[in-house]
């Protein structure tokens, strides 16, 4: 193997094993600051530049403090899965690895899709 493919193939290798680490200290350490429960993942699939995806960002702002944003970018060689599922449908968001909304944002389903994960939250943790 090249001199320049070993590391791309290693630079690629980086960031799946960073994202990874990312995700599992995320569902074992990210809790909210005013309690020990934990936050719902909210996926965002984009590409950069994507204005949508800068505007729907913006639109869930006021929410930021009831769930935490993981951005994949459709773009990177390890999310060819993604970029062939989604790259006409940006922004396309998951909540919980399930399927939510796309192209644009729906307040009244991210909100129902908040409050369900919180209710049950509460009732598995008395």
């Not at 590409?47 to 990177?76: M, W």
């Not at 729906?106 to 919180?118: G, M, P, R, W, Y």
């Amino acid at each position: 193997m090249g001199l320049f493919k070993c590391i791309m193939v290693t630079a690629v290798s980086v960031r799946v094993i960073t994202r990874r680490v990312r995700i599992i200290s995320r569902l074992f350490c990210h809790k909210s600051s005013n309690s020990t429960r934990r936050l719902p993942t909210v996926t965002l699939y984009t590409k950069h530049p994507c204005s949508l995806c800068d505007d729907a960002k913006h639109q869930l702002k006021p929410f930021s403090n009831r769930f935490h944003l993981e951005e994949v970018d459709i773009t990177d060689p390890e999310n060819k899965h993604w970029f062939e599922k989604y790259c006409y449908d940006i922004p396309v968001f998951h909540f919980e690895g399930k399927f939510l909304m796309k192209h644009k944002v729906n307040l009244q389903d991210f909100e129902s899709a908040l409050t369900k994960f919180e209710t049950l939250s509460e009732q598995l943790n008395g």
